[in-house]
């Protein structure tokens, strides 16, 4: 079952702040996010497991919030090189197929 | 290292023809992916295998067929190709997942863009 991601798409300005919102109906086990630039592969930037950790990456970072079965991605003082489409890989139990959300489009101009 | 490779990076075939998908890591991974990924829809996993020997189905398995020829090959095969098959195909490979832990990073490779007239 694909997870729900919002919004689909959003426009930064450079320096300005993003975030990007994984929801489930069902439990999650795990959430990941990958970063994908046009016309190349995705590309891993962290895992979070439920217990409602909060990890972080210079200046983006993510939260899991178990009781909520969201994971929201946080994009600080955005970069024109975080331009791309960034995607949620969802495990809803331990063994269970990971699956990959359909993505959001952001989009920072100078 | 070159990672995770993948022949040819584009392909146009002719509804029913057919043809194979090469997928290779230097990484010394267990496990191997193919994804497919249309517009809107994200990464869609095609089959997997878990580690040398073994392949399981994943979300979208018709049409398809996967040949895992030894730890580091992963192949992908279109018996008889149609205009739906028409998507960029990724491969990946990940470390054999932690007993009692998350799927492991996956590294995907640079995809093959087919097109299915």
Known sequence: QQPVQSPQAVILREGEDAVINCSSSKALYSVHWYRQKHGEAPVFLMILLKG??????????????????????????SQLSYSGTYFCGTEYDYGQNFVFGPGTRLSVLP | NAGVTQTPKFQVLKTGQSMTLQC??????NSMYWYR???GMGLRLIYYSAS????DKGEVP???NVSRLNKR???LRLESAAPS?????FCASSQMRASGGPT???YFGPGTRLTVL
């Open chain 1, 52 to 77: 409602g950790e909060q990890k972080g990456h210079e200046k983006i970072s993510a939260s899991f919030n178990e009781k909520k079965q969201q994971s929201s991605l946080y994009l600080t003082a």
């Open chain 2, 24 to 29: 290779a890591q230097d990484m010394n991974h």
């Open chain 2, 37 to 39: 990924q249309d517009p």
């Open chain 2, 52 to 55: 040398e020997g073994t392949t």
């Open chain 2, 62 to 64: 018709n049409g398809y």
């Open chain 2, 73 to 75: 090959e992963f192949s």
């Open chain 2, 85 to 89: 098959q028409t998507s960029v195909y």
């Open chain 2, 104 to 106: 492991d990073t996956q």
